[in-house]
């Protein structure tokens, strides 16, 4: 018996079709993405924000999160004076970036992956607040006036003293 040359090309399209669907239609892995600031280390210094990326699937029910490398990702930052900075860039070996050079104040964030052909998006918003450097043989008090934040500080002289952040 032969196969005739119509009959092959029509289990090959079959073929074709089906591998597409899988690939297409497969399901993407799911995202999560975690937000870390720090506050300014020195007199001098400035904040920073540590955006990690990563997986988030369960694969035979266990929960599964591995950093998600070489991927972009964007931020975007807005005060309060309604001035917006955007940034973006491309996750590193542990699928981590940082964005550093934020001055104190306080701000609203969206970070935002887009996905990809393997991942799906996933966002994160929220609001960050940077204070500024208070020297540790300080004590200081923030206060909020008009939707404005205020800081004060008094050296401690008495080495008993008991340093404290007292917030109205």
């Known amino acids: 018996m032969t196969i005739s040359k119509k009959w092959i090309l029509v289990i090959l399209a079959i073929i074709i079709i089906l591998l597409a669907a899988v690939f297409l239609f497969s399901p993407k892995i799911d995202t999560d993405i975690d937000f870390i600031s720090f506050d300014p280390s020195s007199e001098n210094d400035t904040g920073e924000v540590l955006i990690t990326l990563k997986s988030n699937e369960t694969i035979n029910g266990s929960e599964v999160r591995e950093e998600l490398e070489n991927k972009t990702v964007f931020l975007n930052l807005t005060d309060s004076k309604n ?27 969206s970070v935002i992956f887009p996905g ?25 008090y923030y206060y909020t006036t008009n939707n404005t934040t205020y800081y004060t500080y008094r050296y401690v002289t008495q080495p008993r003293y008991v340093v404290r952040y007292v917030y109205v």
């Open 83 to 109: 001035r917006t900075k955007e940034y973006n860039s491309t996750t590193d070996n542990w699928g981590s970036w940082k964005v550093w050079n934020i001055k104190p104040g306080k701000y609203n964030y």
């Open 116 to 140: 990809d052909n393997e991942y799906n998006p996933s966002s994160e918003n929220g609001t960050l607040t940077i204070k500024k450097y208070v020297p540790s043989n300080t004590t200081a």
